[in-house]
């Protein structure tokens, strides 16, 4: 089992950067493929990044892909979201997500490990 906590989220003007962070515990973290997700009001969950155990697959939303960057430190636990170029439309709760079996997905369910989310809020 793994333990999912967010931290790196905050309010930023159109065109600036962020970077999430996401710790994970448990004895097996290596193993599982890992994803950000991110929820806007009144929409649903959308997929944003995801990254193999290994870290040499990685796979973007198409909302996202050129801007945002996904990478892990199995050593430590952690997985980033380097986010540039941010703007208004990228505001939304992110989640980060754990899967323990299979590699890099786009769907919700099957990551079956989610933190408790950090607000990003883009101004114009």
């Known amino acids: 089992q793994v333990q999912l906590v967010e931290s790196g989220g905050g309010l930023v003007q159109a065109g600036g950067s962020l970077r999430l962070s996401c710790a994970g515990s448990g004895r097996t973290f290596s193993s599982y493929a890992m994803g950000w997700f991110r929820q806007a009001p009144g929409k649903q969950r959308e997929f944003v990044a995801a990254?193999?155990?290994?870290?040499?697959?990685?796979y973007y939303g198409d909302s996202v892909k050129g801007r945002f960057a996904i990478s892990r430190d199995n050593a430590e636990k952690m997985v980033y979201l380097l986010m540039n170029s941010l703007k208004p439309e990228d505001t939304a709760v992110y989640y980060c997500?754990?899967?323990?079996?299979?590699?890099?997905?786009?769907?919700?369910?099957?990551?079956?490990?989610w933190g408790q989310g950090t607000q990003v809020t883009v101004s114009s």
């Open positions: 990254i193999n155990w290994s870290g040499g697959t990685t």
């Open positions: 997500a754990a899967r323990r079996y299979g590699d890099t997905s786009n769907v919700v369910g099957d990551y079956g490990y």
